[in-house]
């Protein structure tokens, strides 16, 4: 069974950073694409970054300035170091692991980010 542990969300004011981690296990062989997603209320679901086991990354253009996505392959792990936050950036951030021999797709249980004016 697999399970994406989320851990860093919290408070900070605006211009402040935050870094989340995700930690995997479970997985079978892929390979994997892991990421974030965040989720703020009346609003769909969005990517915020992706990367693959190579190293491939995709941002949303919201945040591709400020953001830095990142893994570790050997532990299952994907980071997401956010700077120059905004309270735009407040939202429950998704960790998420995406199959890419079979799609399927597996979520973390969210954590919340809320930036502060």
């Known amino acids: 069974q697999v399970h994406l542990v989320e851990s860093g969300g919290g408070l900070v004011q605006a211009g402040g950073s935050l870094t989340l981690s995700c930690a995997a296990s479970?997985?079978?062989?892929?390979?994997?694409?892991l990421g974030w997603y965040r989720h703020t209320p009346g609003k769909q679901r969005e990517l915020v970054a992706s990367i693959t086991e190579g190293g491939f990354t995709i941002y949303s253009e919201s945040v591709e300035d400020r953001f830095t996505v990142s893994r570790d392959n050997a532990k299952n792990t994907v980071s997401l170091q956010m700077n120059s936050l905004d309270p735009e950036d407040t939202a429950v951030y998704y960790c998420?692991?995406?199959?890419?021999?079979?799609?399927?797709?597996?979520w973390g249980q969210g954590t919340q980010v809320t930036v502060s004016t």
């Open positions: 479970g997985l079978s062989s892929g390979p994997y694409a």
């Open positions: 998420h692991a995406h199959d890419l021999s079979n799609t399927a797709d597996y």
